[in-house]
């Protein structure tokens, strides 16, 4: 079985190509969803994350989330350190499920692939790209943030610019109905890889 690395900046619509990728009938992980998860139940994430960021991190057994992103998101050290100990776990919890599927290739969604350096460990990457402005209105659109708030989190990833000659695809995600067409040619593409 083939193992794919989906990434691409917050805005750039990776999640859209995910779900694009689910309709066709590919097992598609998303890493944010289910590390937020792992986070809340496993108790041995949970103590680490305790004892990194301080019992406020979790309220009535809930992840704190928005006290973990205020903490983390100006302090790149301390972010660090909480992806060492959120993605090593969450590797481990995406290759056992893959293990579980029965499909030619299975897809990994991750926002920091490039940025941790994981590239290795996927046989094909694909980069979901969009301009700067588009992703900095989607994001203000889905979660009400600032341009500010977006512009900072966009700080914490690697400029596209640094992954194109990283990843084996790139799909430039900008409407919707192009983007179907684009998911569609990604995906015969890594069937006639596997």
Same mark, same amino acid.
């Given at each position: 079985?083939?193992?794919?690395?989906?990434?691409?900046?917050?805005?750039?619509?990776?999640?859209?190509?995910?779900?694009?990728?689910?309709?066709?009938?590919?097992?598609?992980?998303?890493?944010?969803?289910?590390?937020?998860?792992?986070?809340?139940?496993?108790?041995?994430?949970?103590?680490?994350?305790?004892?990194?960021?301080?019992?406020?991190?979790?309220?009535?057994?809930?992840?704190?989330?928005?006290?973990?992103?205020?903490?983390?998101?100006?302090?790149?050290?301390?972010?660090?350190?909480?992806?060492?100990?959120?993605?090593?776990?969450?590797?481990?919890?995406?290759?056992?499920? !893959?293990?579980?599927?029965?499909?030619?290739?299975?897809?990994?969604?991750? !926002?920091?692939?490039?940025?941790?350096?994981?590239?290795?460990?996927?046989?094909?990457?694909?980069?979901?790209? !969009?301009?700067?402005?588009?992703?900095?209105?989607?994001?203000?659109?889905?979660?009400?943030?600032?341009?500010?708030?977006?512009?900072?989190?966009?700080?914490?990833?690697?400029?596209?610019?640094?992954?194109?000659?990283?990843?084996?695809?790139?799909?430039?995600?900008?409407?919707?109905?192009?983007?179907?067409?684009?998911?569609? !040619?990604?995906?015969?593409?890594?069937?006639?890889?596997?």
């Amino acid at each position: 079985m083939m193992l794919v690395g989906l990434t691409g900046g917050i805005g750039s619509g990776k999640s859209t190509v995910g779900k694009l990728l689910e309709d066709l009938g590919v097992p598609v992980y998303n890493s944010d969803i289910e590390a937020k998860r792992l986070m809340n139940t496993s108790k041995v994430l949970r103590r680490k994350i305790v004892q990194l960021l301080g019992e406020e991190a979790f309220v009535d057994d809930t992840l704190n989330r928005a006290y973990i992103a205020k903490k983390v998101f100006n302090d790149k050290a301390l972010l660090e350190k909480l992806n060492g100990i959120v993605h090593p776990a969450v590797r481990k919890h995406f290759l056992r499920w !893959a293990k579980k599927k029965d499909h030619p290739y299975v897809v990994q969604e991750t !926002a920091l692939l490039f940025e941790n350096g994981m590239q290795d460990y996927y046989d094909k990457t694909v980069l979901v790209t !969009a301009p700067k402005d588009i992703r900095i209105k989607r994001i203000m659109e889905r979660d009400g943030s600032t341009r500010q708030q977006v512009l900072d989190r966009m700080d914490n990833q690697l400029d596209d610019a640094i992954k194109l000659p990283l990843a084996d695809y790139v799909l430039e995600n900008i409407e919707l109905d192009k983007i179907k067409g684009k998911v569609q !040619a990604l995906n015969i593409a890594l069937l006639e890889y596997c």
